[in-house]
């Protein structure tokens, strides 16, 4: 099992829960709001005047044979309009009750 966590411009939000619900990847946690900027470039997202965007993350568990089909959907997704912002990331989970 792995975590994934995924930190997105808003805008993403219905074509990520659309690409879980394809891959039968079913649970996870959402935050609506979440500001940040990027490490490689891209506009930061504050929900300021300056910088109004804002971004969104979910955390998803998911079976390790899920793991690469997934991330090579989101990536094929950000590769289309890079400048929104899209990042994944993914932990090993040791335990869970």
Known sequence: MKAIFIS???AY???ILSIMDRNNIRGF???EEVQGRGSKNGEP???SHAWPTLNSA????VP?????PF????????LQTEAQGLRAFV????KSI
């Open 29 to 31: 946690t959402y935050w």
């Open 91 to 94: 932990w090993n989970i040791e």
């Open 8 to 10: 997105f411009n808003q």
């Open 45 to 47: 997202h504050y929900g």
């Open 13 to 15: 939000y219905e074509m």
């Open 58 to 61: 979910i955390l998803a568990m």
């Open 64 to 68: 390790d044979e899920k793991v690469d």
């Open 71 to 78: 991330l090579d959907l989101l990536h094929k997704m950000d």
